[in-house]
């Protein structure tokens, strides 16, 4: 349904909501029996006050006489009753009903009225209408500037409660204004947003306003057959609205523009039509205007005789007492309010100043109680922090000292494991073998066999006795600096590839080096005469009979790079990731169930990280394995 039909029915509806019976849009003509009747019907003073106002508005442009007294009634029932509300709302009626009448003075007084009743209990439509009903009356004095202030006002409030015919009226209104004013382009852009808009709620009241204002601005533009077209259209619309007002205005207008096109008989008709509705209004504001332009007509076709009494009939109703008496109470009225506005607006930056006063001093205080925290908590989290930080340093103390330990007793569980078995075991054989060993009593064979066993435990023995005693050397007092020098890596590897070879003969694996004698490293001698004998040895260790080992070393860049390669039984994934750890780090047996500490590898890692080197792996099970060890070749 659109906005046309809504109001169409609205005062029907209003009929069924307040407990009366329906009131037809067709018998809204209301005569004062009419009236009376649907009165009757009202259980309750509020359903009555609404009726009143109802009938009232609706007939301001029809029996502006009939609507004032109405909304006087209502508004002394509603303070008697003390309704707020529908105090504001029977003002702005009777402000209104009085501007229409042209009786600007009480139009002013209670338009005033009603916009400080309904800002005080915040009735924002009624607000609204306070503000047009103010402005119009300020339109009507020539005051522009205030005008288009307070139509403004009510363009934004009927904004905020979405009411489409209060934005179409307040766009009209301005664009009128803006007009009389003199700012046509300001004036061009309001009428054609209210052209658009209203046009598309269809309202016949606010398009006459609408095809009024384009009425004037064309004829203000000297653009008559325009004119003429658009107060014909306002004509039309404002006798379907039934809105008397606007007819009497419309017809004004286009008796005015005949005459300046010089259609003096079709202008007469108009004006005495416009006179006619102009005093069925009691409109006096309206008949001054429209018996002055008869006289202008009359005079211009040659009837002074008509002219004179039409110049009168303006003359008398322009120069009465009351207009008079009206003009000067409406300048005070003027005075008042504005002297009243400045009161307030007064009162309202001193109380503005004194709200100022109080926030700073609030602030103010607010900002001491905020320093205050800020210092007591910095100084509680400072406390905090330091406390936390001493305690993180404990903890790391004592997890340094739990790891020390820990290695402690894993290191005192090593070594006694390593005293309990590897040096037990040889040496509990050799007690039990060497009161054997009586020459007289074996032969020779047999003879050769244990010594060759005992020569080889002893070996065996005295390697795992240095190995223990060097690493634990390292584990209890630390790591001694490296004593580097410069040498020829092939000497070393070579002694101990003589050493180790009687070793290798007894698996009958072949080993064999190959080494370049100018190939030299910067390293500590003697740890890497260790290193490379315990990986040879290692080789061997893992290394089935007739197997192969062989030592190479090459040149690379900055560093040597030697390697001890063997075919021999290789190492897992798992076996070569546990290798080089301390804590997780094994010993398996030989391909002969040879023993061993498995300290070796960690003292030879050891000594190649203080060298500046390091050890690395490429291992398969049963595919042997290539241990590589790279040394610098230069001072570091």
């Not at 330091?386 to 569980?413: H, Y």
């Amino acid at each position: 349904m659109n906005i046309r039909l809504i109001n169409k029915f609205t005062y029907i509806l209003l009929g069924f909501f307040i407990g009366g019976m329906p009131i037809s849009s067709a018998g809204f003509d209301r005569t004062t029996d009419s009236m009376s009747r649907v009165l009757l019907l009202q259980k309750t003073d509020t359903a009555r006050l609404r009726i009143m106002n109802l009938f009232a508005e609706s007939q301001i442009d029809r029996n502006t006489d009939y609507a004032i007294s109405l909304a006087t009634e209502a508004l002394l029932l509603a303070q008697q009753k003390n309704y707020p509300e529908k105090i504001g709302k029977s003002l702005n009626i009777l402000s209104w009903a009085f501007y229409r009448k042209g009786d600007y003075t009480k139009a002013f007084d209670y338009g005033i009225k009603g916009l400080k009743q309904n800002e005080k209990i915040n009735n924002i439509p009624q607000l609204a209408v306070s503000y047009r009903n103010v402005g119009s009356v300020y339109n009507s004095q020539a005051d522009y500037k205030l005008s288009i202030t307070y139509f403004q006002k009510d363009l934004e409030l009927h904004k905020k409660v979405l009411d489409p015919i209060g934005i179409g009226r307040a766009l009209n209104n301005l664009a009128f204004t803006h007009f009389k004013a003199g700012y046509i382009d300001s004036a061009k852009l309001f009428i054609q947003r209210a052209l658009t808009h209203n046009s598309y709620i269809e309202d016949p009241y606010l398009l006459a306003f609408t095809f009024r204002n384009f009425g004037e601005i064309y004829e203000h533009e000297n653009k008559l057959d325009s004119a003429f077209i658009f107060y014909n259209k306002a004509i039309k619309a404002a006798k379907l609205s039934n809105n008397l007002f606007l007819v009497q205005g419309s017809l004004f207008r286009k008796g005015r523009l005949l005459t300046t096109m010089q259609n003096y008989t079709e202008a007469m008709i108009a004006l005495h039509e416009a006179r006619d509705v102009a005093l069925v209004l009691g409109s006096k504001s309206g008949q001054s205007q429209i018996y002055r332009q008869l006289a202008i007509v009359l005079e211009k076709i040659g009837d002074f005789k008509e002219a004179y009494k039409a110049q009168s009939a303006y003359v008398n109703i322009h120069d009465t007492l009351f207009e008079e008496r009206s003009r000067s109470k409406l300048n005070q009225l003027y005075v008042n309010f504005e002297a009243e506005k400045k009161e307030a607006e007064i009162q309202l930056l001193n109380k503005e100043k004194r709200l100022h006063k109080i926030r700073l001093h609030n602030q103010l205080l607010l900002v001491i109680v905020l320093m205050f925290l800020t210092v007591f908590a910095t100084t509680i989290i400072v406390i905090i922090w330091r406390k936390n930080k001493f305690k993180k340093k404990v903890n790391a103390e004592l997890s340094v000292q739990k790891s020390i330990l820990e290695e402690s007793s894993v290191l005192k569980d090593k070594i006694f494991s390593i005293i309990s078995h590897d040096l037990r075991s040889p040496i509990a054989s050799l007690s039990a073998v060497l009161p054997l060993l009586d020459r007289n009593s074996l032969d020779e064979e047999v003879f050769n066999t244990i010594k060759k066993n005992i020569s080889k435990q002893l070996s065996s023995l005295n390697f795992t006795l240095d190995n223990l005693l060097l690493w634990a050397k390292t584990q209890w007092k630390g790591s001694t600096p490296p004593n580097t020098i410069s040498f020829a890596i092939a000497g070393t590897i070579e002694n101990n590839i003589e050493l180790l070879t009687p070793i290798a003969a007894n698996k009958k694996i072949m080993l064999t080096a190959t080494i370049d004698p100018d190939i030299h490293v910067w390293a500590d001698k003697q740890q890497i005469d260790i290193i490379i004998r315990n990986l040879i040895l290692n080789a061997i260790k893992f290394t089935n009979e007739k197997g192969l080992v062989v030592v190479n070393a090459k040149e690379m860049d900055e560093i040597v790079c030697i390697t001890i390669s063997d075919n021999g039984v290789g190492m897992t994934v798992d076996q070569l990731a546990n290798l080089f750890q301390f804590k997780t780090h094994f010993t398996t047996p030989g391909t002969q169930k040879e023993k061993g500490t498995g300290l070796g590898l960690l003292l030879c890692k050891e000594y190649a990280l203080l060298n500046n080197g390091d050890i690395s792996l490429q291992t398969e099970p049963g595919e042997g394995t290539i241990v590589s060890l790279t040394l610098p070749k230069l001072r570091n």
